[in-house]
């Protein structure tokens, strides 16, 4: 079974940086595109920024030069530095991966890690 676990959420101040974690476990035969998607209060998941196998890169507008999406491919982790934050920033922050495992292909999401930023 296909596992995502992300890491590194918590509450700084405005201007700050985080650096977020998804580690995928299990039957892992390969994985395609990784992303990183939100979800603030009252609103819409919306996508960050994603990443392909070979690391080719997209941002959402609202994060380009400030947020960067890499990935291990050995590890299969995925990372998302986030600098400059601000407070619209806040929200639960999703991992989701396309994952061929053993038997299957699928679309996969971790549990979500909830990033704060203060003003």
């Known amino acids: 079974q296909v596992q995502l676990v992300e890491s590194g959420g918590g509450l700084v101040q405005a201007g700050g940086s985080l650096r977020l974690s998804c580690a995928a476990s299990?039957?892992?035969?390969?994985?395609?595109?990784m992303a990183w998607y939100r979800q603030a209060p009252g609103k819409q998941r919306e996508l960050v920024a994603g990443?392909?196998?070979?690391?080719?890169?997209s941002y959402a507008d609202s994060v380009k030069g400030r947020f960067t999406i890499s990935r291990d491919n050995a590890k299969n982790t995925l990372y998302l530095q986030m600098n400059s934050l601000k407070p619209e920033d806040t929200a639960v922050y999703y991992c989701?991966?396309?994952?061929?495992?053993?038997?299957?292909?699928?679309?996969?999401w971790g549990q979500g890690t909830r990033v704060t930023v203060s003003s």
């Open positions: 989701n991966a396309d994952i061929r495992s053993i038997g299957s292909v699928g679309d996969y």
């Open positions: 299990g039957s892992i035969v390969s994985i395609n595109t």
């Open positions: 990443i392909s196998r070979s690391g080719s890169t």
